[in-house]
């Protein structure tokens, strides 16, 4: 185990200075200490693929850049790993986790498979990798490795990153937030907690209908609030829960499926609020529980301050689209929903139960008892 700062000075020393990435628990205290580095420069990104991206811009404008993801992810980032950096010969420092890693620590079950193939997918890709280094004499080799590639071949290079592999560190300040101009959020403070939310929607729930959460704590509090068999805890996919619901409600016309979302899982995939408003299924409510950042994953910021999720919303075809700030006021919202697609969106505060426990069920058993739900109860 190495720390951080380790790392990514070796790398400044080499001319690293642009990151960007989206959060994993394992990246945590890197993310942290390049925010906190003044002469570094973090972009956070909505997903993988975007990363690698602006990586390969800020490569291609003359600075050496690092993109960093989950290997859950990684799939996001095969089309631009094999379209741009390999077709533009551009050169960047690619650091990905090993979740699920076969010989590890137990993990969760939407890592099993990646963490089989991740290293093979780099090397279908033609990219070369070895492990992040976990002890400090490593740090340079592993650096002048990669840059040997990376100026002889001109493309990218990766590290794979272990559990344990970097020393843990939290953020101390803040990260910056930026609003529109004109500012077109209402940033006053969030009173209410993801729990409470969470409870006002089960309550709004009737018997037949399904609520959808998508991956992380959201999935989590649900359970932990009170676990039912018409709702599935959708684990990894981040940002596919509405195109989950949108399947479900169009297999389901005559059952109402509300869809829990989170700000950064949306962000990622925002295009999918414009299918969802151009199918317009009558029987879906889309709920939006945003609290500003990647909690499940470290911590960082998301964008969403400077969001009007509302306004997309409506711009993207949703016939209904309302803020809510209070359970009250969440419990109505969706009760109220009369055959028309619906938004509602929900700041919420960070932060999660103590002792918050995982599901005991497993996602085949989630899937096989909601089947059995849908037959009970159609």
């Known amino acids: 185990m190495i720390d951080a700062k380790i790392f990514i000075d070796k790398c400044k020393e080499h001319g690293f200075d642009t990151y960007s990435g989206v959060p994993c628990s394992y990246l945590k205290p890197f993310i942290n200490h390049v925010i906190e580095t003044p002469d570094l420069r973090y972009i956070g990104a909505a997903n993988e693929g975007e990363a690698v991206a602006i990586a390969a811009g800020s490569s291609l404008g003359g600075r050496r850049a690092i993109a960093m993801c989950q290997n859950s992810g990684l799939g996001n980032a095969v089309n631009p790993l094999t379209?741009?950096?390999?077709?533009?010969r551009i050169p960047i420092l690619l650091i990905t986790t090993l979740r699920g890693q076969p010989d590890g620590p137990a993990d969760e079950p939407q890592?099993?498979?990646?963490?089989k193939i991740t290293t093979d997918m780099?090397?279908?890709?033609?990219?070369?990798w070895e492990y992040f280094p976990t002890e400090a004499d490593q740090v340079g080799q592993v650096i002048q490795r990669a840059l040997a590639h990376q100026d002889t071949e001109g493309r990218p290079y990766a590290l794979v990153m272990r559990k344990g592999s970097v020393a843990p560190s939290?953020?101390?300040?803040?990260?910056p937030v930026r609003t529109c101009t004109p500012s077109l959020v209402e940033l006053a403070t969030p009173a209410v907690t993801r729990h409470d939310m969470l409870k006002a929607v089960q309550a709004a729930a009737s018997d037949t209908d399904v609520i959808v959460a998508t991956t992380g704590y959201t999935g989590r509090e649900l359970y932990a609030c009170d676990d039912r068999p018409g709702q599935v805890y959708i684990?990894?996919?981040m940002g596919c829960a509405s195109s989950f619901g949108l399947g479900l409600a169009a297999a389901q016309p005559n059952r109402r499926i509300i869809v829990i979302d989170g700000d950064g899982a949306a962000l990622m995939r925002l295009g999918a609020l414009c299918t969802l408003g151009y199918e317009r299924p009558p029987n879906l409510v889309h709920v939006l529980l945003d609290n500003g950042i990647h909690e499940s994953t470290g911590g960082q910021m998301t964008v969403s301050r400077s969001v009007n999720f509302c306004s997309i919303a409506s711009a993207s075809g949703y016939p209904r689209a309302?803020?809510?700030?209070s359970p009250d006021e969440m419990q109505h919202a969706i009760e109220s929903v009369s055959g028309e697609l619906t938004f509602v969106h929900?700041?919420?505060k960070p932060g999660i139960p103590d002792n918050l426990p995982r599901p005991s069920i497993k996602p085949p058993e989630v899937a096989s008892r909601l089947r059995a739900f849908l037959q009970k109860t159609r």
Not at 122 to 128: G, N, W
């Open 111 to 115: 890592h099993e498979l990646m963490g």
């Open 170 to 175: 939290n953020l101390h300040g803040d990260f």
């Open 322 to 325: 309302v803020s809510v700030s």
């Open 346 to 348: 929900a700041p919420i």
């Open 83 to 88: 379209s741009l950096t390999y077709t533009f």
């Open 122 to 128: 780099l090397e279908l890709m033609q990219i070369p």
């Open 235 to 237: 684990v990894g996919s």
